[in-house]
């Protein structure tokens, strides 16, 4: 089966299950999730709603609050940052899914350039206000149906543009993505640096593989000689 298909499969069964509310208002019973916190950007699926997300429940432990629980999910957090570094950005998050299927609608697209790539830096400043947002910032004073809507709009022309530029946590897996167990490599026996994988991959890598690479495969398939795959690193 084609990575494409596999990566847009593993995207939609994540959503179902970050999403297990709408099976509970549907048929009526708890599909919530009720001692784990799936890494992604979604509260829906958590029964603890506002201090169960990968991003209210670490934010309330250094707050002081949603102890020990909130110890576990800073563990899964590390453990999945370990392994998977973004391919949690690229296979499993429903809102990286959102903005790629807004990317399909017909219009101008902004290609990614100097500019975009220094952009990229920005969501590691946010990550600092999201884990200092209880002693300096209040970003809960946002009205979040404005800022959802601009970047769903921005999502038609500019690619996954919240998880380049404005995701902490895609800045945070990004720390842990040269590290992680599994993501893209290059086979340097075959690779003839064409550089049409960097040519043609759509976040801001600079190489295969590096802190913006979302192991979404494409510089594989325009690899002239396989040189490029996923799997794991050691």
Known sequence: MAIAIKRRLSQLTATILYNGRVGADVLGTDMTWKNACIPGVNCGYCRYASIGCPWGLPQQTLAGFAMPFGIRVWG??????????????????????????????????????????????????????FLGEFYFFDLHGLDWRWVIGAIAVAAVFIYRPFCRFLCPMGAFYSLFNRLAVFGMQVDKRRCTACQLCVRNCLMDCRRVGDSECIACGKCRRVCPTKAIKLGCKY
């Open 76 to 129: 899964l957090l590390l453990l999945s940052a370990l392994l998977l570094g973004r391919i949690i950005c690229g296979w499993l998050c429903p809102f990286g899914l959102a903005q790629e299927l807004l990317d399909k609608i017909p219009s101008v697209k902004l290609p990614k350039n100097k500019f975009t790539y220094y952009l990229s830096y920005f969501k590691y400043l946010l990550l600092l206000m």
